[in-house]
């Protein structure tokens, strides 16, 4: 079975568990995931798209306007999956939901009128990723890594965030995948912001660049820093610490564990390293696919963790942070958004021994 009718089979079978008799899914996360990679978005932003699906236990259908259709059906290569399209023209409301779901008991992943929010629900669907998916992933990955390396190693006193987040955007853009979180902070904004939009601000000694790339719909987390002229004694501090609450958090994330077991270590490591409520200023992360998180790591948090899922964790202490994202093996876990050259720490977590990159010093 490929990979597009595993997903097929996957949400009949939930249709059925729900005693429902459609689906709807209108989130570009959602759309991305169930046509293998297909772009539903114009606004890059947006959470749902220009086009939705349908799928009931017998049809599929594609719904979307007249100036998206072909695109979608030729360029993305959508109707060599045969889905029924219902089009509308761009000008109109498209009728087809209405006449598709009369009288049906109807699940949606975006929330709907008459319609059973299954937004969780779809989340683990996309969380629980295919071998095609993981391959993907990994290849994405590999963008990251270029794009942030590229990025982060021109940056330069003076500049300003605008500027730094210029270069990472464009970096990321010319290898294909999307900059859809851009985050800068330099020096002082490191310190009060964890999420930093950038800012005219110039770039004295230290600078903090965040991305989350996409592609295929996946979507993929890292983050780097860079600091000129000696390094602190706080931040170096700071820096030893975040990363072993880091490298806990990787090497808790193993097939069969509960995620508030995995969640719990990582509090625990917090504390021991002297940081007891800094995960109290920010989340932690949790599993990535189709969106940057599908959902986040907590300590009443039911999930478990499976082979071949994405996570993404990202602690920080005031003024450091700590990203990457990795997929979970059978027998290890593989962080895809490893830079190669980048110099890293060894951190000893029981029996592993977790690789996390260190503060580029200029």
Not at 19 to 28: E, H, K, M, P, S
Not at 31 to 40: D, S
Not at 342 to 356: K, L, N, P, S, Y
Request: charged content about 25%.
């Amino acid at each position: 079975m490929n990979e597009f009718e595993f997903k097929q089979r996957q949400m009949r079978a939930l249709l059925a568990e729900k005693n429902l008799d459609a689906l709807w899914l209108q989130r570009v996360s959602s759309f991305a995931w169930a046509t293998c990679g297909g772009a539903a978005y114009i606004n890059t932003a947006s959470t749902t798209g220009a086009a939705s699906l349908l799928i009931t236990p017998t049809a599929r259908y594609l719904i979307t306007n007249n100036i998206e259709a072909k695109r979608l059906e030729q360029e993305q290569g959508l109707g060599a999956q045969s889905w029924e399209f219902r089009v509308a023209p761009w000008h109109a409301a498209n009728p087809a939901i209405g006449e598709l779901t009369r009288g049906l008991r109807l699940g949606s992943d975006f929330p709907a009128p008459n319609a059973i929010d299954l937004t969780s629900e779809i989340a683990r669907l996309r969380a629980n990723l295919t071998p095609e998916e993981g391959a993907r992933f990994r290849a994405l990955g590999k963008i990251c890594a270029a794009a942030m390396d590229a990025a982060i190693r021109a940056v330069r006193p003076g500049q300003t965030e605008f500027e730094i987040a210029a270069r990472l955007g464009a970096e990321t853009q010319a290898r294909g995948a999307q900059p859809i979180v851009n985050l800068i902070a330099t020096d002082e904004r490191i310190f009060a912001y964890r999420h930093p939009l950038p800012t005219e601000k110039k770039l004295a000694k230290y600078a903090m660049l965040v991305l989350c790339g996409r592609k295929w719909g996946l979507v993929c987390s890292i983050t780097r820093l860079v600091h000129f002229g000696k390094l602190p004694d706080e931040i170096r501090r700071k820096v030893e610490a975040c990363t072993r609450i880091d490298a806990t958090f990787i090497a808790a994330t193993r097939p069969g564990a509960k995620l508030r077991d995995v969640f719990q270590r990582a509090v625990n490591e917090y504390a021991a390293t002297g940081f007891a409520d800094e995960w109290h200023l920010h989340h932690q992360g949790g599993a990535a696919a189709y969106e940057p998180r599908e959902y986040l790591g907590a300590l009443n948090s039911n999930d478990v963790v499976a082979a071949g899922q994405a996570y993404a964790w990202n602690p920080s202490i005031t003024g450091v942070k700590s990203e990457d994202t990795i997929l979970v093996g059978e027998s290890r876990n593989e962080i895809v958004t490893a830079i190669p050259g980048w110099e890293t720490t060894r951190v000893a977590i029981g029996d592993q021994v977790i690789e996390r990159p260190v503060i580029l010093e200029q």
